[in-house]
């Protein structure tokens, strides 16, 4: 063999090398998998929860042309269960350090196993001053109760029913059959107010809760021109209604029992509750916590 045809060889064979080792490479990629992850190892983390959910905002009035804060806790329940109660309170928030009845009332609600949507109404203390009592009454005390005789808390009554409970309505599904509006003070008297104001065509609240209502010189004129004129529509009512009203050894409302009491409304259901070793800043947490208790059936 010469020497020219020894070199075609060799290069023939070097070639025949370099597909094999190619092949073999190819193969041994496709061939490796990676290892499967080794059972028991750590799960990936659960997906994150939007609740519960705390929101802050200002909502206007087109019926007196106000803007109130409303303050809204959602709970964690609201994950899974979109038909939750909405407990609205009203003076819910104090100053701008302060929560005041919102916070009480979740917490209450959290103590007695109560998933509800909390909304709290009106923060008449951020700036105090002498405009800020004067709003107050004007929103609250019906006309004959109030220097404000221009319907100030009929405006602010169509504000709480019509507006704020629309946003709560159209932002988060709840129980429409099961709202709950709480007042205390002054606001206990739009409480009572607004609850005798419900017809039967349009329940906007099933639960009511008036704690220390403080009619002062308004006892009279509630008793005798407010309520004698309300008597004929609230009787028609054909839905359940709860109302827990309470009173200190600062009050004394027992005037308004007994008219509830000779009206005898068959479809009203009522929780009269004397605190006689207790003043009126003491009574707030137990009343409140009796009247959700109960409102929603809670031993």
Not at 70 to 81: H, L
Not at 160 to 176: F, M
Request: aromatic fraction near 14%.
């Amino acid at each position: 063999m010469n020497l020219k045809a020894t070199f075609k060889l060799s290069t023939r064979f070097i070639g025949l090398i370099i597909i094999s080792m190619t092949f073999m490479l190819s193969c041994g990629t496709d061939a490796i998998d990676p290892p499967p992850p080794p059972d028991g190892g750590i799960d990936p983390p659960p997906p994150t929860s939007d609740y519960p959910l705390t929101t802050d905002i200002s909502l206007p009035s087109e019926f007196n042309g106000e803007s109130y804060t409303v303050k809204t806790y959602v709970p964690a329940a609201y994950e899974t269960n979109k038909n939750l109660p909405v407990i609205y309170t009203l003076e819910g928030i104090q100053g701008t350090n302060s929560t005041a009845f919102f916070n009480e009332i979740i917490e209450i609600s959290q103590r007695i196993g109560l998933d509800a949507i909390v909304v709290a109404i009106g923060d008449y203390f951020a700036t105090p001053d002498a405009d800020e009592e004067e709003r107050r009454r004007r929103d609250f005390f019906p006309n004959g109760c109030s220097i404000d005789e221009n319907d100030g808390h009929l405006n602010f009554y169509q504000y709480v029913s019509q507006e704020v409970v629309a946003y709560i309505d159209a932002e988060y599904e709840n129980d429409q059959d099961s709202r709950t509006l709480i007042g205390y003070g002054w606001s206990g008297v739009f409480t009572t107010d607004a609850m005798f104001r419900e017809v039967s065509e349009n329940i906007i609240f099933n639960g009511f809760i008036s704690t220390e209502p403080l009619f002062v010189s308004c006892q009279f004129f509630f008793l005798e021109e407010f309520l004698q004129n309300q008597i004929t529509a609230f009787s028609e009512i054909s839905e359940n209604i709860k109302f827990h009203y309470a009173e200190s050894n600062q009050n004394d409302i027992a005037w308004l029992n007994t008219f509830i009491e000779d009206q005898a409304y068959s479809f009203l259901d009522v929780d009269y509750a004397v605190y006689e070793d207790n003043n009126q800043e003491e009574i707030i947490k137990p009343s409140f916590e009796q009247g959700l208790k109960f409102i929603y059936n809670i031993e």
